[in-house]
């Protein structure tokens, strides 16, 4: 188990659904991973476990599908904001501060995947990993992931490792000796488009699975192993977004 009380600029910090049922969100992901959850006024909620965050739900805005969201830590969102147009992405929303807890925007990549920059203040993103009940890996999933590459190596200082030129391939993205983030390939014209993808770590994937079909979920990848990896399994919820789980290799 990891305490978190810090992420340095370039590493995805936080995880966020939004969904069109809050309530049944709240019941589904609480009962499946055992998740407590403190609410406030505007429709928002945190998840909690051993007493700390380790993601959010909120409402889905009007005409957008259900999904998982990724936050990167940024030291400064303003400048990391021009970056990202100068690059070829574009600005969905913002940047905004969000009371006291930090400074945000919501952007899309050049191919369409979208992502939060935040720059935290009270809020720093999950304070627990490790352990079961967390969130444990995220991937971009994108047709071409040298092109993606090239923009998130220019906005976050990333390096990218295993890349092949074709895209035919995943790749791992690195700070420094550390690595942050994954991406995978999706097949031109998949729907739906580029999206980050969320990977939860559980105790017992087969399990787990298990439990969230009795929730009212569908299993869409069936419980496997993968090779240097864990057991994996991918799930889309009642609610239609999808997410992963994993038992990693100790």
């Known amino acids: 188990m990891t305490y978190v009380d810090s992420y340095a600029p370039g590493i995805p910090c936080w995880v966020d659904v939004a969904c069109h049922d809050a309530a049944a969100g709240k019941e589904f992901y609480s009962e499946l991973f055992g998740w407590s959850s403190v609410d406030d006024e505007d429709g928002f909620a945190t998840f909690l476990l051993d007493g700390r965050p380790v993601a959010g ?47 945000g925007a919501a952007c899309a990549d050049p191919q369409g995947g979208v992502l939060t920059l935040w720059q935290a203040r009270d809020h720093i993103g999950a304070r627990i990993t490790r352990v079961p009940g967390t ?18 190596t220019a906005v976050f200082g990333w390096s990218v490792r295993g890349a092949d030129p074709s895209g035919s391939t995943g790749a791992v993205a690195m700070l420094g000796q550390q690595g942050v983030a994954g991406f995978s390939p999706l097949p031109a014209g998949s729907a739906p488009g580029p999206y980050w993808s969320v990977t939860f770590q559980v105790a017992d994937v087969d399990a787990t699975a298990e439990k969230a079909t009795k929730l009212g979920a569908s299993v869409a990848v069936a419980p496997m192993d993968v090779p240097n990896v864990g057991r994996f ?13 994993l038992r990693p290799l100790a």
Do not use: H, M
């Open 57 to 103: 739900l909120g409402p889905c805005q009007k005409g957008t599908r259900p999904s998982w969201n990724v936050y990167i830590t940024v030291k400064d969102v303003d400048a990391s904001v021009a970056t990202v147009k100068a690059n070829g992405g574009t600005l969905i929303a913002g940047p905004g501060d969000i009371l006291n807890l930090g400074r």
């Open 135 to 152: 969130w444990y890996w995220s991937d971009l999933v994108t047709p071409d992931i040298p092109r993606a590459a090239a923009f998130y």
């Open 233 to 245: 399994a991918a799930i889309a919820a009642p609610g239609r977004e999808t997410f992963s789980i």
